[in-house]
C-alpha cells in the first residue's frame, strides 16, 4: 500500500440492463469491469470493489432505497447505456431504470465520478440524448448477440483495458485528493438536511407563495450543522440583505421556526392564494431558501421566454445575499448549495435576446444540482458554473454559458446584477 493512503475500499456502482442479451451487455460489462478493478487495484495498492443492485445486503432490503443510497456511497458510478428500445418516432433509447439512476448519480457525484459504457451494436453513442451530449464519449464495445464466445472473450478482454484505462485515471484522483474538510460525514449531514427540507417543506411551510416559474436556491453552511444560537436581534440586523435590491418593495414576517421577507403577495387571476414574485427566508438553525419568479407569460402565448442571463443574475444575487447574511451571522465558511427550477413546463431558455431560443423545457422542474462550496463568501458567482451550466443544458444549449471567460463569471462587469 502506498503511503499515507488510507485503507477504505473504493467502490464501483454498476447500473444494468437486461433488455439486451446478458451476455453481450449485462454480464460482459460486470465481468469487464471485474477484471479491470482487480488489475487497477492491484497497481495503486488499495482495495475496489464492484457492486449492483442489492446485492452484498443482508435480507430483503428495498431496491430503490437501496440503490439510492448506494449509489451516494459509491466513488465511481458505472453505467450501461446501450440502446435497448425506439421511440414512436425512431428514438433510440437506452434502458429508462439506467437513465433514473444516472440522473441521480450526476447530482449526487458529478461528471468526474461517472463511466458510460454502450455495446455500439445497437446503436452508436452520437444518438444518446440530448442531456448526455455533454459527457465524452461512453467506452464503447461492438458485440452482437450471436457472436460465438472466441469473439466474444476478445471484445471482452479489449474492453476491460478501455475500463481499466477510465477506472484508474478515477482513482488516481480520488488518491490525489486531499482530504476533505469538513469530513465527509459533515457533507452527509448537509445534503441530506437539504434533500429533506426541499422534499418535504412540511415541518417548516414557506409563509409566501412565489409565483412560478421560479428559481429555488437553498444554501445549508456546514455550521449550521452545530445548531449555533441565532438570536432574533442579530437576524434582524441582517434583514436589509434580504431583499434582491435597495429599492425593492418589502413585506417582513418571523415565527418561532423562521424569518422571511418578500414583494407584497398580489392576487392572481384564477388562482386561490396571493403571489409574491421573490422570497428570502432563514431557517432554524441556518438553513436558506430564496425563490425568484424567472418569467412570466405574455397573453395567450403557449411558450413563456425566459433569457438565460437573467437566471444566471438570479442564482448569483441570491447566493450572493444568503453569503453575506451568513456571514454576518457568522455562518460563513464551507456549506452546501442546492437549486431547481419549478413550474417550467412551458418555459424556453433563450440567449442575449427574444428569438434566438432553445427548446420548450417541456418539464414541471429541473435540479440545478447540489454541490460543495468550500467558502461561502461574495461574490460567489465564479463557483455556480457547474449550477449555470446545467441550467443551459436543461434549456437545450449543448455549450454552456456564454457569459463566462477564461473561468470568470462576466456577470458582475456587465451590471447583470
Same mark, same amino acid.
Given at each position: 500500500?502506498? %503511503?499515507? =493512503? ?41 482495495? =475496489? ?44 433509447? @437506452? ?23 454502450? %455495446? ?27 457472436? @460465438? ?12 483495458? =478501455?475500463?481499466?484505462? %477510465? ?76 431583499? @434582491? ?173
Amino acid at each position: 500500500m502506498r %503511503n499515507n =493512503i488510507p485503507t477504505k475500499t473504493f467502490k464501483i456502482f454498476y447500473s444494468w440492463q437486461s433488455d439486451r442479451e446478458n451476455k453481450c451487455c449485462k454480464d460482459f460489462i460486470r465481468k469487464a469491469a471485474d477484471a479491470a478493478a482487480e488489475r487497477v487495484s492491484a497497481h495503486f495498492g488499495v482495495p =475496489i470493489s464492484v457492486e449492483a443492485d442489492t446485492e452484498g445486503v443482508a435480507g430483503t432490503p428495498p431496491i430503490n432505497e437501496t440503490i439510492l443510497r448506494k449509489i451516494d456511497e459509491c466513488d465511481i458510478f458505472l453505467a450501461d447505456m446501450t440502446f435497448v428500445a425506439a421511440s414512436g418516432v425512431g428514438k433510440l433509447l @437506452p434502458n429508462p431504470n439506467v437513465m433514473g439512476e444516472y440522473g441521480y448519480a450526476l447530482k449526487s457525484k458529478g461528471l468526474a465520478r461517472i463511466l458510460l459504457a454502450m %455495446n455500439t451494436a445497437f446503436g452508436p453513442p452520437e444518438n444518446l440524448p440530448f442531456d448526455l451530449h455533454h459527457l465524452r464519449h461512453p467506452a464503447r464495445y461492438t458485440l452482437e448477440e450471436s457472436a @460465438p464466445d472466441g469473439q466474444r472473450r476478445k471484445a471482452r478482454s479489449d474492453f476491460s483495458a =478501455i475500463l481499466e484505462r %477510465n477506472i484508474s485515471i478515477a482513482i488516481e484522483e480520488l488518491l490525489k485528493a486531499p482530504e476533505t474538510t469538513p469530513s465527509t460525514s459533515r457533507w452527509g449531514e448537509a445534503e441530506e438536511a437539504i434533500s429533506r427540507f426541499l422534499h418535504s417543506r412540511v415541518a417548516t411551510p414557506s409563509p409566501v407563495l412565489v409565483k412560478d416559474p421560479k428559481l429555488v436556491v437553498c444554501v445549508i453552511p456546514i455550521a449550521s450543522l452545530d445548531h449555533p444560537r441565532l438570536s432574533a436581534a442579530a437576524v434582524k440586523a441582517t434583514r436589509p440583505q434580504f431583499p @434582491p435590491s435597495i429599492d425593492a418593495r418589502v413585506q417582513d414576517g418571523q415565527d418561532e421556526n423562521q424569518w422571511w421577507s418578500s414583494d407584497p403577495p398580489r392576487h392572481v387571476v384564477n388562482k386561490p392564494n396571493r403571489e409574491a414574485r421573490w422570497s428570502f427566508r432563514l431557517v432554524r438553525p441556518g438553513l436558506f431558501e430564496v425563490a425568484t419568479t424567472i418569467g412570466e407569460r405574455v397573453g395567450d402565448d403557449p411558450e413563456i421566454v425566459v433569457l438565460g442571463r437573467d437566471i444566471e443574475r438570479h442564482l448569483v444575487n441570491a447566493v450572493d445575499r444568503v453569503a453575506t447574511v451568513a456571514h454576518q451571522l457568522g455562518l460563513q465558511g464551507p456549506a452546501l448549495i442546492a437549486a431547481n427550477l419549478e413550474g417550467i413546463e412551458d418555459v424556453e431558455i433563450h440567449r442575449e435576446r427574444p428569438g434566438a431560443g432553445g427548446r420548450r423545457i417541456r418539464r414541471p422542474s429541473a435540479s440545478l444540482r447540489t454541490f460543495p462550496i468550500q467558502s461561502l463568501t461574495a461574490p460567489t458567482a465564479d463557483a455556480l458554473a457547474d449550477m449555470m451550466e446545467s441550467m443551459w443544458l436543461i434549456g437545450g444549449w449543448d455549450d454552456g454559458s456564454p457569459f463566462f471567460a477564461d473561468g470568470r463569471w462576466i456577470g458582475y462587469e456587465s451590471n447583470h446584477t
